[in-house]
Nanobody, 123 residues
Framework: QVQLVESGGGLVQSGGSLRLSCAAS????????MAWYRQVPGKQRELVAA???????IYADSVKGRFTISRDHPKNTVDLQMNSLKPEDTAVYYC?????????????????WGQGTQVTVSS
């Protein structure tokens, strides 16, 4: 069993900063891509940022230049530094990871999600 636990959400004023963290634990062989998504009520979950095992990154156009994703391989963590926050960044943020596990005598990659953390940016 693998768990992703997020922390760091909260309420911040427009222009402020927050740092989200996500820690993966459990029966992990290795972790491939990690990512942060966000969702607001009534809308689809959208990709915010992703990072590969070689630390290549991609960002949604709406957060480029303001958000930075990073990971710590030995600790199985991924962080999202969010600067110059805007009210439109308000959402529930979810951690996502492609985790290699050993199951039924085989290695396989499964996708896991955290429980989500609320980020609210006031104007």
């Amino acid at each position: 069993q693998v768990q992703l636990v997020e922390s760091g959400g909260g309420l911040v004023q427009s222009g402020g900063s927050l740092r989200l963290s996500c820690a993966a634990s459990g029966s992990i062989i290795s972790i491939n891509d990690m990512a942060w998504y966000r969702q607001v009520p009534g809308k689809q979950r959208e990709l915010v940022a992703a990072i590969t095992t070689s630390s290549e990154t991609i960002y949604a156009d709406s957060v480029k230049g303001r958000f930075t994703i990073s990971r710590d391989h030995p600790k199985n963590t991924v962080d999202l530094q969010m600067n110059s926050l805007k009210p439109e960044d308000t959402a529930v943020y979810y951690c996502n990871a492609a985790v290699v596990v050993f199951r039924t005598s085989h290695l396989r990659e499964d996708e896991y999600w955290g429980q989500g953390t609320q980020v609210t940016v006031s104007s």
